[in-house]
């Protein structure tokens, strides 16, 4: 089976820092995205690790520890903007992706 | 950047009927595109893979019969629900990969189907 885990909700103030965690149990493991998703909108991506490390984007970076199954997804310097939904995704080798269940942040002046 | 449409964006129909939903890479090719459906406040859930000019794999629990997907060419699939019902109204998104960049999935803009 595949299964992946992530915080339900976060709250953070403007130009905080918040990081995202996300666990998975998978068959395959290519590597881990992360995307961002509006209400009502589409995802969009943000980051991708294939290896173990920090990955750094802008205001975003994620991490991912292959031994420990383990990633997040860290927003600093948080704006208003960011309140979305936030989801993790396993890369099962090209095949597929599986997504996690998601985070919603909330920003808050 | 790569740029993924998806038409309609929005759809009622009767129960019973069938609806297509069209999904397009603009400006790059797509070997694979992949199509989820996404119930309010909840994830994106995978029902399909589809490449080009080959079956679609189904995820399990996703009935074929029901949802037939045709992926003609390298920047057109299709998803069509057949004999809709209440139960399938949802948010549709097709997502596309292009050839050579297996890491990243442009997503279309989703279709609310809504059956009455």
């Known amino acids: 089976g595949q299964s992946l885990e992530q915080p339900s909700e976060v709250t953070a103030v403007e130009g905080a820092i918040v990081q995202i965690n996300c666990t998975y149990q998978?068959?395959?493991?290519?590597?881990l995205s992360w995307y961002q998703q509006h209400d009502g909108g589409a995802p969009t991506f943000l980051s991708y690790?294939?290896?173990?490390g920090l990955e750094e984007t802008g205001r975003f970076s994620s991490f991912l520890s292959r031994s420990d199954s383990y990633g997040y997804l860290l927003l600093q310097e948080l704006q208003m903007k960011d309140s979305a939904s936030y989801f993790c995704?396993?890369?099962?080798?090209?095949?597929?992706?599986?997504f996690g269940p998601g985070t919603r942040l909330s920003v808050l002046p | 950047g790569a740029v993924v449409s998806q038409h309609p964006s929005r759809v009622i129909c009767k129960s019973g009927t069938s609806v297509k939903i069209e999904c397009r890479s603009l400006?790059?090719?797509?070997?694979?595109m992949f199509w989820y459906r996404q119930f309010p406040k909840q994830s994106l859930m995978l029902m399909a893979t589809?490449?080009?000019?080959?079956?679609?794999?189904?995820e399990q629990g996703v009935e074929k019969d029901k949802f037939l997907i045709n992926h003609a060419s390298l920047t057109l699939s299709t998803l069509t629900v057949t004999s809709a019902h209440p139960e399938d109204s949802s948010f549709y998104i097709c997502?596309?990969?292009?050839?050579?960049?297996?890491?990243?999935?442009?997503f279309g803009p989703g279709t609310r189907l809504t059956v009455t």
């Open positions: 997502s596309a990969r292009e050839e050579g960049n297996s890491h990243e999935q442009y």
């Open positions: 998978t068959s395959g493991f290519y590597g």
């Open positions: 690790n294939g290896l173990d």
């Open positions: 995704a396993v890369d099962n080798y090209g095949q597929n992706f599986v």
């Open positions: 400006d790059f090719q797509a070997t694979t």
């Open positions: 589809s490449n080009e000019g080959s079956k679609a794999t189904y």
